[in-house]
Each structure stands twice: as structure tokens, then as C-alpha cells.
């Protein structure tokens, strides 16, 4: 933390939870800022992630696999299960691949989360000179709806590729009430309404369980500041509180996971 | 809860990590695991085959074993049949033989008895003259008598 700031609770977590940030092409307002501890981290991530598995992968032998190829193949195949058990058609195109890229950037996004966050302050700060910089990417509502709306234009991409145009508007019109004219209107408020809860509701689910986390590791974080009592109390509620965020961490890249893939699945069947 | 143009950036790069994954990750995988399962599929279908083609193999062994059992003892009997036929060929055919030297032996001897009886015959007739002319030399010319001598050779016969 810099020294010319005072140190309080407020101004800890402030410090903690501030993006750094830059306008994109000299623009002013607040559309055109770009976070871009958010944007590094996630693309480092994602690179990292399914660059690995892709140096596997690409040496990938149908014979005996190494330890490194059964992992992946582990998890491959994990994925392909979930989604053969939700989407009906070829998942192998598209559905399953983007279900594995879904999996392990959110997975690898949520993890940061786990990283001591004083101690990656304190790097970023004196390894790399950023004060600011936030650690974890879904904490950004703009990571978790970006994913999210992606989804959901796929949805649509979707439901209009395989109903067609006609198809959509028809469904958009006549279900889920019915075909009378006078339930259009209801039939349309009632779709637009589970069109628009469902990229918040499957990106709010994300960043509200991973920005809980963070703030509750500040929490302890502040706790342990205030003496011997809460250092010691802080260690262990800290240790505790990461232990059980594996499981958090891991359950939320699930389950985002999942939802994307029933979104996209219901897209491609009629009502 | 600030949206602004970080969504936009990430939904990029949410896009290329998908492209990546279509083109480059999902694919290799999937086609190792489809091989290895097809060699899995193919190696226990294979498995199967052989266990069954023992089982025929086996059965067509015990087949041809009592088949060849069968022909063994057929030719054991032909033997046996063609042996005592043989046997019994060969005393006929001693016998018929035995029967023709007897027979042949009997005209032989039939033969003998013949012509050893002519012999005495002569010889009878013979010593009945020579006894009767010394009985008869004074009396009875040789000459004279000579048909009657031949009529009692005749007799003789």
C-alpha cells in the first residue's frame, strides 16, 4: 500500500476493490474505460489455460496416454458427458467446445480468487509497480456479463439458425399461452422477461459469489490487522474460508458452465 | 457495477478462447479418445471372434475324432470280414484241389489196374497155351487148332 495514504478500513478495501483503469482512443465518459487489470488477467488466464491443454492435446496419441493426456482427457471428457446428457445434436461442433472453454477460463478466474490478497498487492505493487489492480476477473460485472451476453446472443443466433426467423417470432408470439391473438402480447412480455433474467441472472450468479469471496477475505484480512487475537483468528478463518472456496470456486465455473450450455440447448429446441 | 467497454474487450476475448478451442483443442482430443475407443471396440470384438472360433474348432476336432473312430472300426470289421472270407477261399479252393488230385490218383490207379490186368491177361493166356500145347502137343496141331486157340484167347479177354 502506498505511504502516503492513511490506512483505514475503508481505505484498504477501496484499495483493494479499485480497478486500473484506461480510456480507450482518448474517448471521455464512463462507457469508454477499460479495466485493464480485468481484461490482462482474464486473457493471461485463458491463454495460460487452454494453451496448456492445446500443448497437450496436440500430441495427443490414441494409444496409452501420458498422466497429462489422461487429465485432460479426464476432464474432456467430464464435460462431454454434461453435455450429451443436455444438448441433442452434434456437440462436437460447437456446444461442447465452447463448454470446455467456459469451464476452464471461469475456473482459472474464479482461482485467483484464492490468491493471498495482500501478498499479490504487494507484488503487483513493488515487482510490478501497479497499484492498483484487481486480481480477480469475475469480481467484474463487465467479465461475467460479457460471458453472459455472449451466451445469450448465441441463444438467439441459435434459436433463429435452427427455428428460423419465422420460427422464433412464432415462438416468441405463441408459447408459452397459446396461438389467440389476444395472448400475443402476453406470450411476448412473458419471453422477453425470461430473455432478459437469463444473462442476469447467470451473470450476477457468478460475480455475486466470487465478489462475495473477495469481500470476505478482505474481511478476515481486516480482522487480522487489528491484533494478535485476530491475526491468529484471521489465519485460521482465512485458511478456512480458502478451503471452502475451492469448492465454491469450482461450483460456480460448473454450474455457469452448465446454464450456458442449457441456454444454448433450449435454443435449439421448439416449445 | 460499472459497465462499460471492458465488457465488449472480454466478450472478444471470449470469442477468440472459443475459436481456439472449436479449431485447435476439441478436435485432436476427441479423435484420440474415438480411436482408442474404436481400438478398444475392434480388440474386443476380436477377443469374441477367437472365443468362438475355439469353441467351433473344438467341436469340429471332437467331430472329426469320432468320425475317424468310426472309420477306424468300419475298416477293422471290412478286415476282419475280408480275412475270413479269404480263409475261407482258400478251403475251397484246397479242397477242390485235393478232390482233383484224388480224382486224378484214382484214374491213375484205375489206369494201372487196367493195364496190369491186360498184362496178366497175356500173360495167363499165354502160360493156358504153352500148358495146354504141352498137354496137347501130341494131339493137337497148332495149326489145325489154331481157331479154336484164338476163340479161347478171346474168352480170355
Not at chain 1, 412464432?170 to 411476448?188: A, Q, R, S, V
Not at chain 2, 479449431?23 to 479423435?31: D, E, H, I, M, N
Not at chain 2, 477242390?96 to 496178366?120: H, M, P, T, Y
Request: net charge negative.
Amino acid at each position: 500500500m502506498a505511504a502516503d495514504k492513511e490506512l483505514t478500513p475503508s481505505s484498504y478495501i477501496e484499495h483493494h476493490l479499485t480497478y486500473l483503469t484506461t480510456q480507450v482512443g482518448g474517448n471521455e465518459g464512463a462507457f469508454w474505460t477499460l479495466h485493464i487489470d480485468t481484461l490482462v488477467t482474464s486473457i493471461i488466464l485463458g491463454v495460460f489455460g487452454l494453451g496448456s491443454i492445446w500443448l497437450i492435446v496436440r500430441k495427443a496419441t490414441p494409444g496409452v496416454p501420458s498422466k497429462r493426456q489422461a487429465f485432460v482427457e479426464l476432464m474432456i471428457e467430464f464435460i462431454d458427458n454434461e453435455v450429451k446428457n443436455t444438448f441433442h445434436g452434434n456437440r462436437h461442433v460447437f456446444v461442447a467446445p465452447t463448454a470446455l472453454t467456459i469451464f476452464v477460463w471461469v475456473l482459472l478466474m474464479n482461482t485467483m480468487d484464492i490468491l493471498p490478497i495482500d501478498i499479490m498487492a504487494w507484488i503487483y505493487e513493488h515487482v510490478f509497480g501497479l497499484y492498483y489492480w484487481k486480481t480477480v476477473p469475475t469480481t467484474d460485472v463487465n467479465t461475467t456479463f460479457a460471458l453472459a451476453l455472449s451466451i445469450f446472443f448465441l441463444m438467439i443466433f441459435f434459436s433463429v439458425k435452427v427455428k428460423g426467423l419465422g420460427g422464433w417470432m412464432h415462438e416468441l408470439f405463441c408459447t408459452p399461452f397459446g396461438k389467440n391473438p389476444l395472448l400475443w402480447i402476453l406470450n411476448l412480455l412473458f419471453n422477453f422477461i425470461e430473455y432478459v433474467s437469463k444473462p442476469l441472472s447467470h451473470s450476477l450468479r457468478l460475480f455475486g459469489n466470487i465478489y462475495a469471496g473477495e469481500i470476505i477475505f478482505l474481511l478476515i484480512g481486516m480482522w487480522a490487522a487489528t491484533g494478535i487475537a485476530g491475526t491468529f483468528f484471521g489465519v485460521f478463518l482465512g485458511a478456512g474460508w480458502a478451503i471452502f472456496h475451492i469448492l465454491i470456486v469450482t461450483l460456480q465455473a460448473f454450474i455457469f458452465m452448465m446454464l450456458s450450455v442449457v441456454y444454448i440447448s433450449m435454443a435449439h429446441e421448439s416449445h | 457495477m460499472d459497465i462499460n467497454f471492458t465488457l465488449i474487450a472480454q466478450a472478444l476475448a471470449f470469442s477468440i478462447f472459443i475459436w481456439f478451442t472449436v479449431k485447435y483443442v476439441w478436435p485432436p482430443l476427441l479423435k484420440a479418445i474415438e480411436e482408442r475407443q474404436k481400438t478398444i471396440a475392434d480388440g474386443l470384438a476380436a477377443g469374441e471372434r477367437g472365443r468362438q472360433e475355439l469353441e467351433l474348432a473344438s467341436k469340429r476336432s471332437t467331430d472329426v475324432l469320432k468320425e475317424t473312430k468310426q472309420q477306424a472300426s468300419e475298416i477293422i470289421m471290412q478286415a476282419e470280414k475280408r480275412a475270413s472270407e479269404i480263409v475261407e477261399d482258400a478251403k475251397n479252393s484246397a479242397k477242390v484241389e485235393g478232390d482233383r488230385i484224388l480224382a486224378g490218383a484214382r484214374a491213375e490207379i484205375e489206369n494201372e489196374i487196367f493195364s496190369a490186368k491186360e498184362a496178366l491177361r497175356q500173360n495167363v493166356a499165354q502160360l493156358a497155351v504153352a500148358g495146354a500145347s504141352k498137354i496137347l502137343r501130341r494131339e493137337v496141331d497148332a495149326n489145325v487148332h489154331a481157331d479154336l486157340l484164338a476163340s479161347l484167347e478171346e474168352e480170355l479177354k
